[in-house]
């Protein structure tokens, strides 16, 4: 069964990169025709959806983050990045990365990781 683990720090300072990684077992993440997400959940609110790579390579972020993301994989290790920039006190959440499926109807997410906290200090 696949599975996804998030790592990192879990301390970013204001106005600094938020790196994390997303490591994926049993299975590619080069496999057709999956899309690999980081979704984030900030406290007492609802999930964020930030980007994914798909299968192909192919990046797609939200506008709603203004160029802050970038995603990015390392197919040798089967693992995902992401990199936010400038972190702001709107970014402290519970990060996750989560494996997207699409039929006809909807884009859903079949499997995701434990998530991580990141905390911006003050």
């Known amino acids: 069964q696949v599975q996804l683990q998030e790592s990192g720090p879990g301390l970013v300072k204001p106005s600094q990169t938020l790196s994390l990684t997303c490591t994926v077992s049993?299975?590619?993440?080069?496999?057709?025709?999956?899309?690999w997400n980081w979704i984030r959940q900030p406290p007492g609110k609802g999930l964020e959806w930030i980007g994914y790579?798909?299968?192909?390579?192919?990046?797609y972020y939200s506008p709603f983050l203004k160029g802050r993301a970038a995603i990015s994989r390392d197919t040798s290790k089967n693992q995902l990045t992401l990199r936010l920039s400038s972190l702001t006190p709107e970014d402290p959440a519970v990060y996750y990365c989560?494996?997207?499926?699409?039929?006809?109807?909807?884009?859903?997410?079949?499997?995701w990781g434990q998530g991580t906290q990141v905390t911006v200090p003050t």
């Open positions: 790579i798909a299968y192909s390579g192919n990046l």
């Open positions: 989560a494996r997207g499926v699409k039929d006809y109807s909807c884009t859903y997410y079949d499997h």
């Open positions: 049993s299975g590619s993440i080069t496999t057709n025709y999956y899309y």
